[in-house]
């Protein structure tokens, strides 16, 4: 058993084809099924079946794909190691982090570091905060940037960038626009925009909206945070956003800021997120190193 043939039973198992997996690999179709019936044959077992044109996985063949996704990502983890180590001034670094922090946090750190280590080759990819968590924990990724008020999750490291305060935001003139105090009764009889289930304003809100027994009137959902603090300015409602990242449109007059009221939820903010069986590498420890302060606070502070 070598990993090409594990590499096989990972990519049979997304995309379900061999001429998909052939293409991915880089090889022949007649190739990857020659993998395939010395695998089988091999551990003693029937690993694919066959049905409408796809290729599916026995019992045996899930069996073994839990094992090989393990493998070819620890396999990809030390060919990595192995090359940032033979030269301390070159390397490639991956980062994935959600809309948020990839646009008001990292830019900046991002640049510095690549001003600092003009070898290093940096790529940066942007998903959901729930996508960006599950690729974490398996194995997709090694390395993320979460906006979170979740901490405790026993599977990952943390180091805290920044505290992240989520306000209410609304545009000039709506009826939450005034002097006085807002009640969360008063914030919850107004249309909102949410972001979609899964994401941290999501989180937020529904929290929110939970410790003060209110319901909210979601009015639209988008699953796109930009979208939802453009909407807002358009005249479409109220939210919840992040506070490092309306600075712009407050300054501008497209956007009011209020406290949320009442009875908040835990505190959120952006941390450095890695799985506790991964090792970071010197290049990524040296990122994590600038970009990170230290331990996110427990739960409650």
């Not at 096989?8 to 090889?27: C, F, H, M, N, S």
Request: glycine share 6%; hydrophobic share 45%.
């Amino acid at each position: 058993m070598n990993i090409m043939k594990l590499q096989i039973v990972v990519l049979l198992e997304k995309y379900k084809k061999v001429t998909d997996v052939a293409a991915e690999l880089g090889l022949k179709q007649p190739t990857v099924s020659f993998h395939m019936k010395n695998l089988e044959t091999e551990l003693g077992a029937s690993l694919f079946h066959y049905r409408s044109g796809r290729v599916l996985l026995t019992d045996a063949g899930r069996a073994l794909h839990s094992y090989a996704v393990k493998i070819v990502a620890l396999a990809a983890d030390a060919q990595r190691s192995v090359k940032q180590l033979a030269s301390s001034s070159t390397g490639h670094l991956e980062l994935e982090a959600a809309y948020i922090p990839t646009t008001y946090i990292l830019p900046k750190a991002v640049s510095a570091f690549m001003e600092q280590n003009p070898g290093i080759q940096f790529k940066l990819a942007v998903n959901s905060d729930v996508d960006v968590r599950e690729r974490l924990r398996s194995r997709e990724i090694q390395l993320a940037v979460l906006h979170s008020s979740s901490w405790n999750d026993e599977s990952f490291h943390f180091r805290l960038i920044a505290r992240d305060e989520p306000v209410l935001i609304f545009p000039p003139g709506h009826p939450l626009d005034v002097a006085e105090p807002l009640t969360p009764e008063q914030v919850a009889r107004e249309p909102w925009i949410q972001q979609d289930s899964g994401s941290f304003l999501r989180h937020t809100s529904e929290r929110w909206a939970e410790l003060n027994h209110v319901r909210l009137w979601n009015r639209a959902e988008l699953n796109s945070p930009g979208s939802v603090k453009r909407l807002i300015a358009a005249g479409g409602g109220a939210g919840v956003y992040s506070s490092a990242g309306i600075a712009a449109e407050l300054a501008l007059g497209q956007l009011k800021s209020a406290p949320l009221p009442g009875i908040l939820p835990e505190s959120g903010g952006f941390v450095l997120a890695w799985r506790k069986d991964y090792d970071l590498s010197p290049l990524q420890e040296a990122f994590a190193a600038m970009i990170a302060g230290g331990e996110p606070p427990a739960a409650g502070e």
